[in-house]
């Protein structure tokens, strides 16, 4: 009788494309159920169900992980912004910056352990120089937007700094509080979809008292 064909073992499901993918799906699952202090190399091996060793393919140590898995982060978050913004199509400055925050709090919501890791500092180099441009890119598109709201008339020079600081305080503050169970608390008919549309037109109507 034939030898019946052994399933192939987790290590050999993917190839080495798909390896570094699967293994940040893993480190997703693990700090979305888990939280942070659950990630290590081999439980991320674990979870994507490859050999122990696989990760060093793409990640040197943890840390290395948790870069990979901000990065990702932010340049995930700039394209839910891009496809916002050809969904809703904004028709002026203001509009953009609405459009802008709601997509911020949208992402940050529906991805609540990749969004901690963005913003978890003491988990990897602060010199790697591929994080700190994917960071730099989100404040470099909000302070565009805001100065096309200044090139509009719709604010001064002069504000750019404080504007763009107000209007990343209050997504990411809303954001941070929603993942938080805080506001879900206090406000239990809240609708996160809702709260957050309103809560980005009221600021920017606040900010540019001009808009039409």
């Not at 912004?81 to 050809?86: F, T, W």
């Not at 919501?109 to 963005?118: D, K, Q, T």
Request: charge should be neutral; glycine fraction near 8%.
């Amino acid at each position: 009788m034939a030898k019946m064909k052994e399933k192939p073992r987790g290590k050999d499901r993917y190839h080495h494309g798909d390896l570094r993918a699967a293994l940040l799906k893993a480190a997703d699952h693990l700090i979305a159920t888990r939280g942070t202090g659950a990630v290590s190399l081999r439980e991320v091996a674990r979870e994507a169900g490859v050999s122990h060793g696989a990760p060093a393919h793409h990640f040197d140590n943890k840390s290395g992980l948790m870069i990979a898995l901000a990065r990702d982060g932010w340049e995930r978050m700039i394209q839910a912004i891009l496809d916002g913004i050809d969904r809703d199509k904004p028709a002026n400055g203001p509009d953009l910056l609405e459009c802008v925050g709601s997509a911020y709090v949208h992402f940050a919501v529906a991805n609540p352990g990749r969004f901690e890791v963005m913003f978890r500092r003491d988990l990897y180099d602060l010199s790697d120089a591929g994080y700190l441009a994917s960071g730099e890119s989100s404040w470099v598109f909000l302070s565009d937007t805001i100065k096309q709201c200044i090139e509009e008339n719709f604010a001064a020079p002069e504000d750019n700094e404080i504007l763009s600081v107000i209007a990343w305080s209050m997504v990411h503050g809303l954001s941070t509080l929603w993942i938080s169970g805080r506001l879900k608390s206090r406000f239990r008919d809240s609708d996160i979809t809702a709260l957050n549309k309103a809560a980005n037109r009221k600021l920017t109507d606040l900010m540019f008292p001009k808009r039409p």
